[in-house]
């Protein structure tokens, strides 16, 4: 999970269509001469207003960005955004979960996207794994944690001879006020990113958890949110 990357290894962003994953994109972009993102749809509510983002942030730095369905995996224990079931401000917390978590979803994502990254890649060649874990997730969800990234990273070094693959989160450390002046920045987007868990009409409800969260960032960040 170093911050440290080979600057000639080919980068793949998971790139859900979210402020921390655009973010992770344009630090990619920024630090690597080949950029490629990975979407996945686990059956989340908000999935089409999210892939639509994804298809835009790589349309914009013509970059591929390959499409992995998950939506039969996560079907078995759909809990979080991919039940059908509204959010709120008086719901916050489910079980002492987040109402937003989803079993075990990093550790899918990040072995998936490295399997990914070496069907697109040729054997040999160094790979670097964006993925945009921030510290406001820690509390909430654990496999957003600092020790959660270094047993994945672990993981995958055991599981191939083929690539070194290095697991890159270089806003783990950071607020969610401090990802968007990082992002700032490096120039995303922001009318290309949603923080919704709920699918109304593509517009953000204003009034779910993730919402909250990113109101008071753009607010603690003395940003304009382009989406209110």
Not at 2 to 27: K, M, N, P, W
Not at 31 to 54: K, L, M, P, S
Not at 169 to 180: E, F, G, H, N, Q
Request: charged share 30%; proline share 4%; net charge negative.
């Amino acid at each position: 999970m170093t911050d440290e990357t080979d600057t000639t290894s080919t980068a793949f962003v998971l790139l859900s269509g979210g402020i921390d994953s655009a973010v992770c994109l344009q630090r990619a972009l920024r630090d690597h001469d080949q950029v490629e993102a990975i979407h996945i749809d686990y059956g989340q509510q908000t999935e089409a207003i999210e892939r639509a983002n994804a298809e835009a942030q790589a349309d914009r730095h013509d970059i591929p960005l390959h499409d992995c369905d998950y939506r039969t995996v996560f079907a078995g224990f759909a809990e979080g955004t991919i039940e059908d079931k509204a959010y709120d401000r008086d719901h916050t917390t489910d079980e002492r979960h987040s109402v937003g978590y989803v079993p075990q979803r990093n550790l899918h994502f990040l072995t998936t996207a490295a399997a990914l990254a070496e069907h697109h890649t040729d054997a040999g060649e160094p790979i670097t794994l964006y993925h945009g874990a921030q510290r406001n997730d820690e509390t909430d969800y654990p496999d957003c944690r600092p020790s959660f990234i270094e047993a994945a990273q672990s993981a995958v070094d055991r599981s191939t001879d083929q690539h070194s693959i290095r697991i890159r989160t270089p806003i783990i450390d950071r607020s969610k006020a401090d990802v968007l002046r990082l992002g700032e920045r490096l120039g995303v987007d922001w009318e290309r990113t949603f923080s919704c868990y709920n699918d109304v009409d593509g517009e953000p409800c204003g009034e779910c958890p993730a919402c909250i969260e990113r109101e008071e960032a753009f607010t603690e960040a003395g940003l304009q949110d382009p989406l209110h």
